[in-house]
Each structure stands twice: as C-alpha cells, then as structure tokens.
C-alpha cells in the first residue's frame, strides 16, 4: 500500500503501518488532500505491483546510518526516536523502501486478496497537539473466499450498526450541545436499560449481591492511594472545590473500599460482596469515541467481593458461572483471555504471581479454554477478559475479572480472623456485561434491533379500531403493565392498515 501511495503522490511521507486486529494501516502525509474515492485509485495501484512480483528485501544499518539516510524525512526522524538500539531494519520493494522491524512476505506476487476499508485522520503518535496524518486501514487475505466472507460481514455489519439502529427505533442520541460521548437515552433505549438491570438486579440478590452506592466525586488525596493518580490519571477528569482537588471517578472500587471500611469485618462475615450500577468518567479521545460502544460517560455492572485468600477459587468459580448463565441467556457464546501484569503496575511480583496464579486453576478447574494477554492487566492486579461473538461472527470484549492484593494493602483493609488477629482481605472486581452502554450497543448489532421480548423496550402493542375502543384498550394496557410488561396504544390519525404494520415493525423494539 505504501509503495502504491508513493508511486501516485511523489511527496507523501510515511509514519507507521503496523498490523491490528482488523488488519492494517499505515499513517502518511502527502499536500495532495485524499478522499473515500481515491482508495480505489490507490488499490488498483496495489494490484498493479502485485502482480508485477517485486521481491522483498531487508537490510540492516546501523542509527547513524539511518539518521544519514532520513535525515530529511521527519516522519522517519520521529519513528527512530521511540526506538532503542542501535541497528534499524530496512525493507525494500523496487524502487520504494520503508523502515520495518518485518517479517515480510519474500515477493509481492504473493499478496492478492487485499481491500482498503476506511480513510481516517491521525495525530502524529496519537498526540493531539502534533500534526494530523492521513491513516489508510486495509485488509488482506491468502484467498479470495476469506476476503469475501470478511467484506459480506462488514456489510452485514453496516446494515446492524447500533449507531444506526439506535437512532432509527429511538433508543439514545447525542448531541454536539451537550458533547460528545455524552449519550442520551430516550425512552425507548431507557425502559431496556431497566429491564437488564431488573433481569440482573434478581440475579445478584439470588447470588447474595448487597447493594451500594458511593460518590461520583472523590478527593484526589484517595486517589493517590489507590495508585490512580499516578498510573490512570490521564484517562481522569478533575475539578477543584475550596481549593482542594477532586477527581470524578473512573472506577467504582475506591466507593466500595470505603464501604468495607465503615465497619469492623469478621472472616465470619467473608465473603462480602457489593454491587452498584456506577455512572463513571473517562477522557477518552475524541478519534476513538463510537456510538454507545466507546463514550466518556458509562455506566458498569461493577462489583466487588472481599474474601478470604481461600476463597478466591470458589468465588471466581461463582462469577464464571455467573457470566455463563447471563451469556447464554442472551445466546452469546463467549472465550476468556487472562491478561497478565503491565509494565505500569503497582505492588510485589509475588502478590501478582499469587493472584494470576488463582486466576488460571479457576479457568483450568471450569475447562475453560484461554489466551494470554501477557502485560494486559489493570495496573492494580491480573485480570480475566470474558469476549462474546455476535451473531456475524466479530468478538466484543464486555466483563472482566480482576484479583486484587494490592488495594486491600494500600487501603490497609482488615478483618479479624478466627485467633481474633488482623488479616488483609482480598479484593475481587467483577463486571458482567461491562457497561451498559456497550452492551446494548451489542445487543442491539447482535439482534438487528429485533430485542428478546424478556428486554424489548416495547414488549405489546394494542392498536384500537376506532375511538369507541379507546377507553378498553387503556384498560388492557393498564393490566399488561401491572404484570411488568410493557404495551403501547397506537391511536395516531392513521389508517387501521398503517398502525399495524407500523406496530410490525415496532414489535419487540
């Protein structure tokens, strides 16, 4: 592609072109100003040079080399200084070469089934005080039948998008008044919230949940010990009040420690386990917000359960049980990936070998098969990602659960055991779905809208031949709703044949 991009702009100046998870992009900048309809232009190019067959080489030189060879390249010049080390490689394909730590294919007759999917701006580094990029994301294949079931699931995916869907049946919206990744939830999008969080509410009781509610606002001295300050503090939103800071919390666990705290704990009390549905605040950047699946304002099925350290195992047992019932309730099948200690962590390499340890026996006691995600924890502790499959087969990571042995030592939590001594409790945090926002941004891709009636914002729909059966027809409304289900009157100025196909297509919605 790069090669392709610098045949039809001479002047374009490359960043990187790593691979992701849905294929590839590379970050560039060129004066000509690049629109949706040059990407084909720049793919038929792609093809051209594929099938001429140029070979693929690599060469190695050293960081003076390289500065030599660049030197009038500040993209270059950047890339080189989030590099250590002293040796840089250097691929090359006919006349175009690029740096690249590789490996690549051997000859570019090799790549065939490929196809540019979106144009995108990028800030150089992600830094959103450096220039802006153009980003080309692409995808690539070793046959045409995988690349045409990829692009007839993008557009099976366009068809389910919640952004649209949501819009269309009038479940949320947002608007530039307020901000973005701000949503609003109309009535419709209101009333399925409530009832996920009834559906769940009965289950956490039945599993012996204790609701909790702790503030959105908390002094920053508390986050500076939970170690938030230091390691999340620019994913935070601060404020000052009488000249102190606060910071709006981005997790629930600091609310539900202080919970723990308001009393003295007996292992006979162990475990105890809080839920809340908490409304929580993070920065995220405006490139990546999306629809309900990505927004600064959310909110999480959170709990915590603070156990004893033998019963870690029965109690991840608990929640992976959990997590199974709720999954196959809505008819997600699901994988777990355990996600180890990040470089920007907090506490002893013992107490996170403990809890990582705890993790996997509880994976391996259900059968469960797992991916590492090495580095991928919270910086507090090791965590399980529990990751659905939608109905088009894409996977979307939703709950998560974490060990915690670092908070309950820097908060200095207590219960006193059976020998009337002091013991640190371990903290257990567990989501189900995640968020709410995301999971009906979810469910509604995975259902195209069409909701289970056990969650449908509109569960019946009585339509009334004429005014004479109006009075009846709140009577039957008003009797469906008192057995919970929710039914709605279409009585608008309508023809009888117009309302029923208008119900049609509301049912279950």
């Not at 390691?231 to 000052?240: P, V």
Request: aromatic letters at 10%; glycine letters at 8%; a neutral charge.
């Amino acid at each position: 592609m790069a090669q392709a991009i610098k045949t039809l702009y001479p002047d374009a100046k490359f960043f990187v072109g790593p691979v992701v998870d849905e294929g590839f992009y590379y970050d560039f900048k060129t004066s000509a100003k690049i629109g949706e309809e040059d990407l084909i232009t720049i793919e038929k190019k792609m093809k051209e040079i594929a099938k001429i067959g140029y070979p693929i080489t690599k060469t190695t030189i050293t960081r003076k080399q390289a500065e030599e060879k660049f030197k009038n390249d500040d993209l270059k010049i950047a890339v080189m200084s989030k590099i250590e080390g002293d040796s840089f490689g250097v691929y090359a394909q006919g006349d175009f070469e690029d740096l690249c730590r590789g490996p690549h294919l051997p000859n570019t007759k090799f790549l065939h089934y490929f196809k540019l999917t979106k144009l995108a701006g990028a800030y150089l580094g992600g830094d959103e005080k450096a220039q802006m990029l153009t980003r080309i994301y692409g995808i690539a294949f070793a046959d045409k039948e995988s690349l045409n079931a990829y692009l007839t699931q993008i557009e099976e995916a366009k068809k389910r998008d919640h952004r649209k869907i949501g819009q269309e049946i009038g479940l949320f919206t947002f608007d530039g008044e307020i901000g973005a990744g701000l949503p609003i939830w109309l009535p419709a999008g209101a009333r399925l919230r409530v009832r996920l969080e009834n559906l769940l509410t009965k289950a956490l009781i039945m599993r012996e949940y204790e609701p909790v509610r702790g503030p959105e606002i908390l002094k920053s001295d508390v986050w500076k010990v939970s170690g938030h300050y230091d390691n999340y503090k620019e994913n935070m939103y601060f404020t000052t009040i009488d000249e102190t800071e606060y910071g709006i919390k981005p997790m629930n666990c600091v609310g539900h420690i202080k919970v723990y705290q308001s009393a003295k704990r007996s292992y006979r009390e162990l475990p105890l386990r809080f839920y809340e549905y908490g409304v929580v605040h993070r920065h995220e950047k405006s490139g990546v917000l999306h629809g309900l699946l990505r927004v600064r304002e959310f909110t999480q099925d959170d709990a915590h359960i603070f156990c004893l350290p033998n019963q870690i195992e029965s109690e991840v047992d608990s929640i992976i049980d959990f997590t199974r019932k709720i999954m196959e309730a809505f008819g997600f099948c699901y994988e777990m990936e355990l996600s180890t200690r990040p470089e920007k962590s907090i506490g002893d390499e013992a107490i996170w070998q403990s809890a990582t340890t705890a993790l996997k026996k509880a994976l391996e006691k259900n059968q469960i098969q797992y991916q590492i995600d090495e580095g991928g924890g919270a910086f507090y502790g090791p965590k399980i990602d529990i990751k659905i499959t939608d109905a088009i087969g894409r996977k979307w990571q939703c709950g998560t659960i974490q060990v915690d042995m670092n908070l309950p030592e820097r908060f200095m939590l207590e219960y006193t055991d059976e020998e009337n001594q002091a013991k640190r409790p371990v903290m257990l945090h567990r989501a189900i779905l995640g968020s709410f926002e995301r999971f009906v941004a979810i469910l509604t891709e995975h259902f195209s809208g069409e909701f289970p009636f056990a969650i449908a914002p509109t569960q019946v729909v009585i339509i009334p031949i004429s005014q004479a059966q109006l009075s009846y027809a709140k009577e039957i409304q008003l009797k469906i709703r008192q057995v919970g289900a929710y039914a709605e009157i279409l009585n608008k100025n309508e023809t009888l044949n117009k309302r029923i196909r208008t119900a049609e297509k509301q049912e279950c919605r």
